[in-house]
């Protein structure tokens, strides 16, 4: 990709963003993307809030430098724990023509119109759950939404080294499920608030009782951003569209392909970036 291509950058700690990726592609078909997987370093829901910020901050600036004008933070935890100091303590100083943006508001402006009953149940990261952002959030655009949280934190972990679909990894995966629906029993819209989890999407059905709804992100966010960039066309047309789409990694690229195939579909090529200072 030149530098003067003007990339969508699209950040995750590993491979979950490519959920959101794969969406994006879908809905804005025209656009380059620029992928990064901080994948040397995830997980990322269990670390501070301070490390978390200092990670995605890189990871952004590593990405403005090759030139992307607007980066999706394709990350929840990201998103929890840094998108706000970024965007209003980095962006306005540093980079004032620059757009961050994260999962998290798209996802909450729309989810309790998936649920009847208005109980709705969130599995994410811990660094998500403690964070409270989906409560906060959420509260603001449907006070009245019963929302109950699940930490799940070995599921990031399991995925980014392939053991989720062993007989241990279904059967953690499984339990904490089964504390969801212990925790609001009258849930009937599961939300998986990290964007590695629709990988599991199948296999969490399998646990869920009828009359509950699996939401994965992706689509909502890309619609969110199909939405932003017609709402404000100086940032869309500093964007390049020639459907190009690369892919970076601070960890080994073969390791990347490989494990990337199982969210895509598709091999695909990664280049290997260092993005720490
Ligand atoms: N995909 C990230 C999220 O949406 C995973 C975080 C992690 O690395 O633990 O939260």
Redesign the pocket.
């Known amino acids: 990709m030149r530098k003067e291509q003007k990339a969508i950058g699209v950040f ?3 491979y ?2 490519l959920t959101i990726l794969k969406e994006l592609r879908e809905v804005l078909p025209e656009y380059d993307f620029l992928y990064l997987g901080d994948n040397a370093r ?5 670390r501070s809030f301070d490390v978390v910020y200092e990670f995605t901050l890189q990871a952004v600036e590593y990405l403005f430098a090759q030139g992307c004008e607007l980066v999706i933070l394709a ?3 990201a998103s929890a724990k840094a998108l706000r100091s970024i965007q209003q303590q980095v962006l306005p100083v540093k980079y004032p023509n620059k757009r961050v943006l994260g ?1 998290i508001r798209p996802t909450t402006e729309i989810i309790g119109d998936y649920s009847e009953k208005g109980h709705v149940g969130i599995v ?2 811990e ?2 759950v403690k964070s409270e952002s989906y409560l906060i959030e959420i509260a603001k655009y449907y006070p009245n939404l019963k929302v109950a949280q699940q930490a799940c934190p070995i599921w ?1 972990p399991l995925i980014e080294n392939n053991l989720h679909l062993t007989e241990g990894g279904r059967s953690l995966i499984r339990n904490d499920i089964e504390n969801l629906l212990r925790t609001d029993p009258e849930l009937d819209v599961i939300l998986l608030a ?3 989890y629709p990988i599991l999407m199948e296999e969490i059905k399998t646990y869920l009782p009828e009359g509950i709804r699996l939401i994965s992100q992706g689509i909502i966010v890309a619609n969110s951003l199909k939405d932003y960039l017609s709402r404000h066309p100086e940032i869309d047309k500093k964007l390049s569209k020639e459907s190009v789409v690369r892919y970076l990694t601070t960890e080994n690229p073969s390791v990347f392909s490989e494990q990337g195939s199982t969210f895509l579909g598709v091999r695909v090529r990664a280049d290997q970036v260092r993005i720490e200072k």
């Open positions: 995750d700690s590993g979950g963003g995830a997980p990322y829901g269990t990350c929840n935890t999962v994410a990261t660094g998500t990031v990290c964007t590695h």
